[in-house]
């Protein structure tokens, strides 16, 4: 029988929690329960509505999000119910009849354009993935059958999947304007069909990577550090926008050299390199001083 994790995850609403799983509570369905009666379908969420302070909750992929009302603080009570979760979910007690349920939330996407002319994104309306995923080409989607599809067009040429969107590279044979609508529509039959994105494969790799980057991060110098929760903070929610990523890879103490990653629609940008390499450096070392000499944007 599977055992059960739950990592604790903040997100940029202070009254919604994330209860992150290491395995899949469902089969790529989301669901969204306002009260006890929308939950008929779902034990676990009704379970949780005995609990006076929730107020919504919604099951995903591998994650339970819980908003609550105001007459509690998270950090009050999320180790406790992050502790029932994991007991409930370890005694094999059901989550949601998938067959049964109605509550399957409505796929809607739209295409946005991004600074790279070469990637569109492709927004969902709800989460898909919990972190990021890059692809490079066909035999590194083998863990995703939606960026394998996806390579089955001849004219796409990378895939990168975060949060709520899918940001598709190109080859410069087709136009936007002959393909855009196409892609949309597959991404969306396929996000309605509750097929899953990722494969637990990958969802698991993806939690031994947090791990570890956890344990890297305890190793890191204080300059690292300070940089890293600069870039979280400040320079990834204006990337993740324009349908990218940027991952720091190292701090060069002798140089004062930072060195960072552009992934998604970022990488190999004409202008996004350049714009975000002096953005970022202009940034780091206004917030750091003398500490950050240069910064030298690689693409992922």
């Not at 304007?177 to 529509?185: A, F, G, V």
Request: net charge negative; proline share 4%.
């Amino acid at each position: 029988m599977k055992e059960y994790n739950i990592t604790v995850v903040r997100t940029n609403n202070p009254s919604i929690l994330k209860f992150e799983t290491n395995h899949l509570l469902t089969k790529g369905k989301n669901y969204e329960f306002k009260n006890i009666d929308d939950a008929k379908n779902s034990p676990l969420a009704a379970q949780l509505f005995h609990l006076p302070f929730i107020k919504t909750v919604y099951i995903s992929g591998n994650f339970i999000g819980l908003e609550r009302f105001d007459i509690v603080e998270w950090d009050d009570v999320k180790d406790e119910v992050a502790q029932q979760l994991v007991e409930y979910l370890n005694a094999g007690e059901p989550i949601v009849n998938e067959d049964m349920a109605p509550n399957k939330i409505a796929v809607t996407v739209y295409a946005e354009v991004t600074p790279n002319p070469s990637v569109m994104k492709f927004v969902a309306n709800k989460h898909i993935v919990p972190s990021a995923y890059e692809f490079k080409n066909i035999d590194e989607a083998k863990d995703s059958e939606l960026a394998t599809k996806l390579f089955q067009f001849p004219f796409i040429k990378e895939i990168f999947i975060d949060l709520n969107y899918v940001s598709v590279t190109k080859y410069d044979v087709a136009d936007w304007d002959e393909i855009t609508m196409q892609l949309r529509e597959f991404i969306r039959d396929y996000l309605a069909d509750g097929k899953e994105v990722v494969s637990e494969k990958a969802l698991s790799k993806t939690a031994d990577s947090k791990i570890g980057d956890i344990g890297q991060a305890k190793d890191l110098d204080d300059t690292s550090q300070q940089i890293i929760d600069i870039l979280e903070e400040y320079v990834k929610p204006a990337v993740a926008s324009d349908g990218g990523n940027i991952l720091f890879k190292s701090y060069e103490e002798d140089s004062k050299t930072v060195n960072v990653i552009l992934q998604g629609a970022c990488s190999g940008c004409p202008s996004s390199t350049f714009t975000l390499k002096n953005g970022i450096e202009t940034m780091l070392k206004n917030m750091m001083g003398d500490k950050v000499n240069e910064v030298v944007a690689l693409n992922g």
